[in-house]
């Protein structure tokens, strides 16, 4: 038999030590969840996605009574972003969360699989990594690609 480890290394911030640019797109995603629809799970989602021009986009969840309709708020956002700038790789994205208290998450927001996994077809179809930032009361996580989100990852390259 044989093993692997798979190493994922995480960066944990404050929301005063990130850089400038980076507490404006986590403030952006912050000020986001203000705008999510969530009349169903009271799980107010934001995400902020900073493109390579330097423009911020930002989407919130947006849920249905037909509950499978709805969108998580990376999707949402990453889908108006590749909408609205086709050429422009997304260099980082944000996200935050409030719960059915309004209050910011202590933990980092973990994004669920089938956003991972569009994260990861962002990040492929412009051949630049995508560096995540998690918001938590207690630390911000960054991971520098989305690779480390999704280890072991599905893409067009297993097909060929
Ligand atoms: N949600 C997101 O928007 N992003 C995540 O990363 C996790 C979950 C949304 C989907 C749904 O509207 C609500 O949060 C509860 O699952």
Avoid: W
């Amino acid at each position: 038999m044989q093993s692997k480890e798979i190493h994922i290394p995480i960066s944990i911030y404050l929301l005063d030590e990130l850089c400038a640019n980076d507490q404006e797109l986590m403030q952006a995603a912050i000020e986001a969840t203000n705008r999510s629809y969530a009349p169903y799970s009271h799980f107010s989602v934001g995400a902020a996605a900073r493109l390579k021009d330097g423009t911020i986009i930002t989407g919130t969840n947006q849920e249905n009574a037909a509950y499978p309709s709805g969108i998580c708020a990376e999707r949402t956002t990453l889908f108006y972003a590749n909408s609205q700038h086709p050429d422009q790789a997304v260099i980082t994205l944000a996200i935050a969360a409030r719960n059915e208290r309004g209050e910011l998450l202590d933990e980092p927001i973990p994004p669920c699989g089938a956003c991972r996994q569009v994260m990861l077809e962002t990040q492929t179809r412009f051949a630049t990594p995508m560096r995540i930032l998690l918001y938590g009361n207690k630390g911000i996580y960054e991971l520098q690609n989305v690779g480390d989100l999704l280890p072991l990852s599905f893409s067009a390259a297993t097909m060929e």
